[in-house]
């Protein structure tokens, strides 16, 4: 642990400056740039919002904010884990010429991914306020359900990008997986107004679904599902060491197969 914690500590400028260049590209050639980070969440809302409201019957004042909650961090989970399985083989060439950690490049696609979320809570801050949504104390328990959706995104960013080095088709079966983890997730809808009690259990397996819904009671102002929240902790603890240990036994293979 001590030797990984020094190995962090020499290559810090590295991982600031890799995420700093995933930014940068990610708005390269774009006009509106950083702007778009607030904008495309609010223009995705906007047409959800028409859509499902019609359809569910739900054009509630908050609905806006329902949504644009949920939207927001499965966005972050499905851009950052992408880009995370990319990360190795996309930085091939340098790999192959200069000795780099490699957990390197996962950790830097997911933090990267992170910053421009964490900005695009802006928009949400704004719909809130137009939508009358008011802040409650329960607000601060947001901190939670935030820290571990950024667990869950780095250990299966690394579970991920170590794989796809050997695997390539991943990167299209996890486009699936992605669409089946959102259609979980509740995004567009209320699960009790869907589903039957009965039938509710499934959501319990999501641990996306635990960070969105208690990121939402946090919005909303009421206590957090604390089983929820043990879960889903736990799931990205435990997708973390075994991210860490998969690549780590992998990592010294990628340079055959790059």
């Not at 390269?28 to 047409?47: A, F």
């Not at 170590?162 to 390539?168: E, T």
């Not at 736990?234 to 780590?248: N, W």
Request: hydrophobic share 55%; with cysteine; aromatic share 16%.
């Amino acid at each position: 642990m001590k030797r990984f914690w020094n190995n962090f500590v020499k290559y810090r400028f590295l991982l600031s400056q890799l995420t700093e260049k995933d930014i940068k590209l990610k708005y390269r050639n774009s006009y509106l740039g950083i702007i778009w980070t607030l904008l495309e969440p609010l223009l995705t809302m906007i047409v959800l919002t028409l859509v499902f409201s019609r359809l569910l019957g739900k054009d509630t004042q908050d609905f806006p904010v329902y949504i644009l909650t949920g939207r927001l961090i499965f966005a972050f989970y499905q851009n950052a884990t992408k880009q995370a399985l990319r990360s190795v083989r996309s930085h091939a060439a340098m790999i192959k010429k200069v000795y780099v950690p490699k957990y390197m490049y996962p950790l830097s696609a997911v933090l990267s991914n992170y910053v421009t979320f964490l900005i695009s809570l802006v928009a949400l801050v704004g719909v809130a306020v137009v939508r009358n949504v008011r802040p409650t104390l329960w607000l601060f328990q947001a901190f939670a359900p935030l820290l571990i959706i950024l667990g869950l995104a780095l250990g299966s960013g690394l579970i991920l990008s170590a794989a796809a080095v050997f695997f390539r088709d991943l990167e299209y079966l996890w486009g699936v997986a992605t669409m089946i983890i959102m259609y979980a997730s509740a995004i567009f809808y209320r699960v009790e107004d869907v589903f039957s009690e009965s039938n509710r259990w499934i959501f319990t397996l999501n641990p996306v679904y635990a960070c969105i819904d208690n990121f939402r009671s946090a919005v909303f102002g009421s206590p957090m599902n604390l089983n929820a929240t043990i879960y889903s902790a736990a799931m990205a603890v435990g997708l973390t060491l075994i991210g860490c240990i998969f690549f780590y036994r992998n990592q010294d293979k990628f340079i055959l197969h790059i």
